[in-house]
């Protein structure tokens, strides 16, 4: 168990606050891009913070206090897209919003978010999940297993299948 | 590994995130000089890396993070937590002992039902066999399950998961195979306590 891991679990409120100064921005980061709502993501980090505040205790070090944390993250945000139903966008709707003119035309910034949010919420939210710790956070698939629970061969899996997915509707356009 | 002349797409995601072994990227390079196909999957891919990086988590206003410590803390005062959602049956989850993987599962399946003047929301079951254990008390696992009749969503946690982790905090990892097969056991034994005393252990439900 690392350090801060064990000042933590044993109740040190210094250890705490470094907790919360070294992971608060990643774990809201892990958020947002799995739920893609600001406000929803806002929420959930603070009450990820809380329940890493009262379960502090029962750290017990066998994995790391960084994929401890994003597992309580993960599965509070998959906890709550499963209350409120809302995985997946529809291939169709994202096909529209493709196809639909952005304010500042072809090739500019609100059309390149527009297609990246309507790509990125096609995903699952797992996939999402798994393809962020990779990409943004460089997770090892190991890392990422624990802490979404899983294998590494299905991280891997999850990866793979996200970043083909996002090819085929970001990666298909400007071709040489 | 090459398919047909060409790389795997895996290969070739790998490649681009540089996890492959240096002799393998040489190959995969040395390939890429003559293989259109293949150089333009690699070529769509560094498109669409490109193109997520620009996709930004929106920064919350400053006062957010000035006081999001104080706000954890005045949410994490004992009384100030949402009541624990069925806790009570998992109190004893952190002591469980590695052993056998269990299943709690809420709502009947689909087919066949529970015994309707028991309107069973929640027992265990081994999870390697579709046994049925009766009483949750002392009852050995490494890990329990959930499954919604719903849905069919099957919800697995790992010992480790356990130390932090109410039930309702997970979600489904099963495979499809591995989903088919424990409820196909599964359903084998309800049919069997149907046939003869019934699954009954009301200690052990949710009221």
């Known amino acids: ?176 | 590994m090459k398919s047909e002349g060409h790389f795997e797409q895996h290969d070739l995601i790998d490649f681009v995130e540089g996890e492959v072994t240096p002799s393998l990227a040489d190959e995969i390079k040395t390939h890429l000089e003559t293989c259109e196909t293949c150089r333009a999957y690699v070529e769509s891919l560094w498109r669409t890396f490109a193109a997520l990086e620009g996709d930004e988590v929106p920064e919350p206003s400053p006062g957010y993070w000035d006081y999001f410590e104080q706000r954890v803390r005045e949410r994490a005062k004992p009384g100030r937590e949402p009541a624990p959602r069925r806790s009570l049956v998992f109190s004893w989850l952190p002591g469980v002992a590695a052993a056998v993987a269990l299943v709690i599962l809420f709502w009947s399946l689909p087919e066949p039902r529970l015994p309707e003047a028991d309107p069973v929301d929640l027992f265990l079951a081994d999870l390697s066999t579709g046994e049925i254990i009766e009483s949750l008390s002392g009852s050995p696992g490494i890990g329990l399950m959930l499954i919604e009749a719903d849905t069919n969503d099957i919800t697995r946690i790992d010992d480790y998961l356990a130390e932090t982790t109410d039930i309702y905090d997970l979600v489904d990892q099963l495979t499809e195979q591995e989903r088919e097969i424990f409820i196909s056991n599964l359903r084998d034994n309800m049919k069997e306590e149907d046939n003869t005393s019934g699954i009954t252990d009301g200690s052990a439900r949710k009221g």
């Open chain 1, 1 to 176: 168990m690392t350090d801060l891991g064990q000042r933590l679990a044993s109740g040190d409120e210094d250890a705490f606050t470094e907790v919360v100064k070294q992971y608060s921005r990643k774990v809201y980061a892990l958020c947002y891009r799995t739920l893609r709502d600001e406000e929803e993501a806002k929420d959930m980090a603070q009450e990820v913070f809380v329940r890493i505040y009262t379960k502090r205790g029962s750290f017990k070090g066998r994995s790391s206090l960084y994929t401890w944390i994003y597992r309580i993250a993960l599965n509070m945000c998959f906890t709550h897209l499963k209350k409120r139903r809302v995985g997946t966008v529809p291939l169709e709707d994202v096909e529209r919003t493709l196809s639909a003119p952005e304010a500042d035309g072809p090739g500019g910034r609100a059309e390149l978010e527009a297609r990246l949010a309507a790509a990125v919420k096609n995903l699952s939210p797992r996939q999402r999940a798994v393809f962020s710790m990779r990409f943004y956070d460089r997770m090892t698939y190991k890392e990422i297993a624990e802490a979404s629970g899983t294998t590494t061969g299905a991280a891997k899996a999850n990866h793979h299948f996200a970043v083909e997915h996002l090819r085929k509707i970001l990666g298909e356009g400007d071709k040489k």
